[in-house]
């Protein structure tokens, strides 16, 4: 199985049309599997396509000159794929169900879900009641999350409010499910976006994997700490094995030392730096390095930083498919992070 990576970015929703329409005439063997919208605000969302499968939307507005960006995964040489129905438009609290894709290839089930809301009063219920959903979506298919989920998204609305809820939920959540200090976590993005749902202030997207994938977890401990030792639940990235390529999923990482402290606090050149090394020493981990990013996600705490970190992405990774989106990073001090993905051909660990 192929897979290919695009990042649209455009001013209007128009044009993001048709930047997509060109990406699928230029992929015609190609099937999207998940979809992700960056919004500026929630109205752009009654202007977009309803459909089926994996589809997130979540404001996060995208920087520089852009008001709307999509990211699209697509598969070529896929065995099967099968998607949830596309919501009832007429349907009311449509946006609390979770939608997904279920990829198979060589003996491999991919399963993409997004858009997890469910009711609650606070962050804590909230992000408790999103992932018992998943824990039963996921045994309806067979799978657990200790076994199966190699990556989630959490997305919390006003992060320096909601943040420590979903961090005690979602810590109470995996305990149950075996995800301890002396078994392993999972790779994560905990990062700042409203969900278009009303009254949700958290949402989460996921991604499993089922079958015999060799898989390990990414260490940099000359320059990053366990992230347990400051009070959060998460795996540095995770590296698997299938279909003959090595893939590389590196959590959101920030300018941080190996004792959890945060570096250069004020200066968003020198933390983009260093949040690029970490990212580096994290890719060696998996036998990896930066010429093998497929995609990435760029989160600013300050939009007026723009224009200071712009350039050197530009600079630094011309072909690359990735957005800066306006999006604060979980402790004030960190003014930038990063998450991506990386393949590179091969079977080793």
Not at 279 to 289: F, N, Q, R, V
Not at 294 to 305: C, F, K, P
Request: glycine share 8%.
């Amino acid at each position: 199985m192929k897979e290919l990576q695009f990042i649209l970015k455009a001013s209007t929703v128009e044009q993001l049309f048709g930047k997509e329409r060109s990406c699928l005439s230029a992929n015609p063997a190609a099937e999207t599997v998940f979809k992700r919208y960056f919004l500026e605000d929630r109205s752009q969302k009654s202007f977009l396509p309803v459909e089926p499968g994996a589809i997130s939307y979540i404001v996060q507005p995208p920087l520089g000159k852009f008001h709307i960006a999509l990211w699209l995964y697509m598969v070529e040489g896929a065995d099967s794929i099968e998607k949830s129905p596309a919501p009832d438009t007429n349907r009311s609290g449509q946006e609390s169900g979770l939608s997904f894709t279920i990829c198979r290839a060589g003996g491999v089930r991919h399963i993409w879900t997004a858009g997890g809301v469910a009711s609650g009063s606070d962050s804590e219920s909230q992000t408790r009641n999103i992932l018992d959903v998943y824990e039963r979506f996921l045994t309806s298919e067979g799978l657990s999350i200790e076994r199966n989920c190699m990556r989630t998204w959490f997305f919390c609305h006003d992060i320096d409010n909601n943040y420590s809820g979903f961090v005690k939920a979602r810590w109470e959540n995996f305990a149950v499910n075996g995800l301890t200090i002396d078994t392993h976590y999972i790779a994560s993005t905990g990062i700042c976006g409203t969900p278009v749902a009303e009254g949700a202030l958290v949402q989460m997207d996921a991604y499993a994997v089922d079958g015999d994938v060799p898989l390990k977890y990414l260490q940099a401990t000359t320059h990053l700490n366990p992230t347990y030792e400051y009070g959060v639940t998460f795996e540095r990235g995770v590296k698997f094995v299938c279909s003959g390529n090595a893939h590389c999923l590196v959590s959101g990482t920030a300018s941080i030392d190996n004792r959890g402290a945060v570096l250069y606090k004020g200066d968003v050149k020198a933390q983009t730096l260093r949040m690029l090394e970490n990212i580096e020493k994290l890719l060696e981990d998996g036998a990896c390095g930066m010429a093998d990013l497929t995609m990435a996600l760029i989160y600013l705490r300050n939009s007026s930083d723009y224009g200071l970190v712009a350039p050197l992405f530009a600079s630094r990774f011309p072909g690359l498919p990735y957005v800066i989106l306006e999006a604060p990073v979980c402790r004030p001090e960190w003014l930038i992070e990063m998450e991506c993905i990386a393949m590179s051909a091969g079977a080793a660990l």
